[in-house]
């Protein structure tokens, strides 16, 4: 196992992630087993997607919660495997034990992922000096680049402000932070505080170009565990695509074009749910299938979508050309 120091793997991430890091779906054959062969066709035609330049795996789309530790497991390789090395994965490895987590993340590591997510404790009593010993645990005992997650969404129920986030930089393989507070004060105030030594990340593409326009010497080229990229264009009409060329390449005034397209649909289909608190990943996956992923049914405890919220996004994403 190669030793990491913390200029050479914050560096390694800086220069080499770029573009959509999007989410995957996980296809559940009818008596509720992971269908692999359906989950490595969404790999592939997610890896083909207009704008992606890796993938984000055992994120919240990917209803990881659901998934016994050897399913988990399991999942990581066969995407691995499919992928091949041709782009990079961050594979999520949360988990309200930390020996799972390191558990999961020497796994990731193996079989080759990219870096690895943590998320911070998310049952019992948080405080700052015990989220600081739970990054510190897990970092002691794997050798991966680390993300954490940073959210004010309820699903997950704690904060990691930015004064958090700076009291971990001391961890060697601490290489960025996730940013997904839906306020752009507190997007900026995190990159002001750790920005210029982690990759400061978002989902979001009205934060990436916030970001690229009020702090282009430190905001990465990459966004990760992206979605909208699977619900908002099509092959015949890449708006991610163009969006992320576009704001890479500086000409913010397309990328401010395809950014109103991409908003004004993902505002209708899901943006709406994010506001009340949460991922509707049933309803997500489900309008993914225009791209020809493989959605089908969820794992318990999710539930179903409601039909006339299914008929609803459905009508505004043929009305807005996409093929559904």
């Not at 782009?87 to 690895?116: E, L, M, Y």
């Not at 600081?132 to 991966?144: L, S």
């Not at 080229?221 to 990229?229: A, H, W």
Request: aromatic content about 10%; some cysteine.
């Amino acid at each position: 196992m190669r030793t990491i120091t913390r200029g050479d793997e914050r560096a390694r991430i800086r220069a080499s992630f770029s573009r959509y890091f999007t989410a995957l779906y996980t296809p559940f054959r009818p008596d509720g087993e992971i269908d692999e062969p359906a989950l490595r066709r969404n790999v592939e035609i997610t890896l083909g997607l207009p704008g992606v330049g890796g993938l984000s795996l055992n994120s919240v789309h990917q209803e990881f919660w659901t998934l016994t530790g050897d399913e988990r497991k399991r999942l990581t390789d066969v995407v691995l495997e499919t992928v091949n090395g041709r782009k990079p994965v961050i594979v999520g490895v949360s988990d309200p034990s930390a020996k799972n987590v390191v558990d999961f993340a020497r796994h990731a590591q193996a079989a080759g992922a990219s870096a690895i997510m943590v998320w911070p404790p998310y049952y019992g009593i948080k405080t700052a000096h015990g989220i600081k010993d739970f990054y510190e645990y897990v970092a002691g005992r794997v050798n991966i680049g680390m993300f954490v997650y940073s959210t004010t969404l309820s699903e997950l129920g704690f904060y990691l402000t930015p004064e958090m986030v700076a009291s971990l930089l001391d961890i060697e393989t601490l290489c960025g932070v996730h940013s997904s507070t839906m306020n752009f004060a507190s997007y900026a105030s995190m990159m002001e505080k750790v920005g210029d030594r982690i990759c400061v990340s978002t989902s979001l593409e009205e934060y990436f170009l916030f970001g690229k326009l009020c702090f282009p010497k430190i905001t990465p080229d990459f966004m990760m565990g992206s979605s909208r990229p699977l619900l908002t264009q099509s092959h015949a009409l890449p708006r991610c695509g163009e969006f992320v060329e576009a704001t890479l390449a500086g000409d913010f005034a397309l990328a401010s074009t395809k950014l109103r397209q991409i908003v004004n649909i993902a505002d209708k289909v899901q943006s709406r749910f994010f506001a009340a608190g949460y991922h509707h990943v049933a309803l997500f996956k489900q309008l993914s299938t225009h791209l020809g992923l493989v959605g089908g049914p969820v794992r318990p405890p999710m539930s179903p979508p409601m039909q006339s919220d299914l008929d609803e996004c459905l009508a505004i994403m043929k009305e807005a050309g996409l093929g559904v």
